[in-house]
C-alpha cells in the first residue's frame, strides 16, 4: 500500500523536491561539498574543452581587433596631424599634400624634340582627374601646367615655353614680375621695376593671381640681372626643376579628383 | 531517452559557457526532458529524477548550491507532469504543450531572479533575455511534438 503511495507523481514530486531541499541544507552547513564541485569540473573539463577554447579564441579575436582599431584610429590621427604640419610647413617649401591627397603622380610619356622646350605629354588624364590649367611639379618644383586632356593623358606647357606666362612674386621682397620661358631652355622674371635692385638666389614663387595655379608654389630663384628696357628689368632665373631630366611629375588635382 | 537528455544538459553546459554569463542560459534540459516525457517516451518519475540529476550536477557545476536546481527542476516537473496528466488526452496538442512550458520555464527563470534578488544582486532583465531566448526552443519543442503526433496518427 505504501509502495503504491510512493509511486504517485506528487509524492514522488515531494520527495524530490525534499531531498533537494536537504542536499541544500547539507551543503550550506558542511562546505566540504566543494570537493564535490571540483571533482565534477574535472571530469567535465574535456568534454567542455572545444567551448572553452572556442570561448577563448573569440575572447582574444575580440581583444585583437579593439587593439587594431585602437591602432588605426591613432594612425589616422598621427596622419592628419602629419598632414596639417605638413601643409603648414610646406607655404615655404613644398605646397602639396602627397600624392593621393591632392595630387598624383604622372609618367611622362612623350617630349616632342622639335618642341622640346614648350611641352610635354604625361600618362595622366581626366579619368584621374587632371584639368587644363592644373599645375604640374617636380620634387616640389613647378615645370608646367596643363593645357589639354584627354581621357588618359595630357599635355603640359612648360615653365620654359614662350607661351607660358605665369604671375611670380620674390618671396624676400614681395615683388610682383611674370614668369617667361624663351623657348630655348631659359626662364625669366618680367617687369620688376628698374629701381628695384633683386640679388641673386632670392626665390621667387607662383603669386595669387590664378584660380587654378595656387600661389606658393616655388619656382627657383634669381641667378642673373639682364638690362633694363622701357623702365622695367629683367632677371634671369634658376629654375627649382630639373627641366633636363624630365621623367616622373606631380598633377595638382585639389577637389577634382574622382 | 537518457542518453538525449544527457546530451541536450551537455549542450546546455556549452552554451553556458560560451554566454559567458552574459545571462542565464536557456532551461534546454528542462525542456527537453519535459518534451520527451510529453511524447511519452518517459514516465512522471523518469522525468522528475532525471531533471533531478542533472539539476544536482548543473548545482554542482555552475551555481555552488548544490539540492537547489536539483530541488528547483523536480518540483516543476512533478507540477507540469501533473498538470499534463490532467488534461484529458484529446486536449493534449501543441497549444496546450507551448502554453506548459513556457509556463514552467517562465517560472524556472522567476525562481532563479528571485534567488539572485534576494541575494542582493538582482538580474531580471538578464532572466527576461534568458525568457526570449527560451521561447523559440519552446516553440520548437511543440513543432516536433506535433509532428511526431501527427506521424503516430498516420502510422
Known sequence: MLWKELDKPWVQTLLAGGLGGVILALSLQFPDTRGAMALVGDALRWPEYPAVELRRGVAELRQWTAERRELQERLEALEGENLLLRSELGGRKDPLPPDGIGAISARVTLRPPHRWWQEVRIDAGGRRGVRPGAPVLQNGFLVGRVSRVDQDEAWVDLISSAELLIPAVVEKTRDLGVMAGDGMGRTFLLYIPAERALEPRMAVSTALASEVLPPGIPLGHIALSSDVREGFRYYQLSSGADLARLYDVSVFVGENKP | ?155
Request: with cysteine; net charge negative.
Open chain 2, 1 to 155: 531517452m537518457t542518453w538525449v537528455a544527457g546530451a541536450f544538459w551537455y549542450l546546455q553546459d556549452l552554451i553556458q559557457i560560451l554566454g559567458g554569463g552574459i545571462f542565464p542560459v536557456p532551461e534546454l534540459f528542462f525542456l527537453a526532458v519535459f518534451s520527451a516525457f510529453v511524447a511519452g517516451d518517459e514516465s512522471p518519475s523518469q522525468a522528475l529524477w532525471t531533471v533531478f540529476v542533472g539539476g544536482l550536477l548543473w548545482d554542482l557545476r555552475w551555481t555552488g548550491l548544490p539540492g537547489f536546481t536539483a530541488a528547483l527542476w523536480a518540483v516543476v516537473m512533478g507540477a507540469v507532469a501533473i498538470f499534463w496528466q490532467a488534461i484529458p488526452v484529446q486536449g493534449r496538442h501543441g497549444a496546450i504543450f507551448l502554453f506548459i512550458a513556457a509556463g514552467s520555464h517562465a517560472a524556472l527563470g522567476g525562481c532563479r531572479g528571485l534567488l539572485y534578488a534576494l541575494s542582493g544582486f538582482p538580474i531580471w532583465p538578464e532572466i527576461l533575455w534568458q525568457q526570449i531566448f527560451g521561447l523559440p526552443l519552446v516553440s520548437i519543442a511543440a513543432l516536433w511534438l506535433a509532428h511526431r503526433k501527427e506521424s503516430e496518427g498516420v502510422s
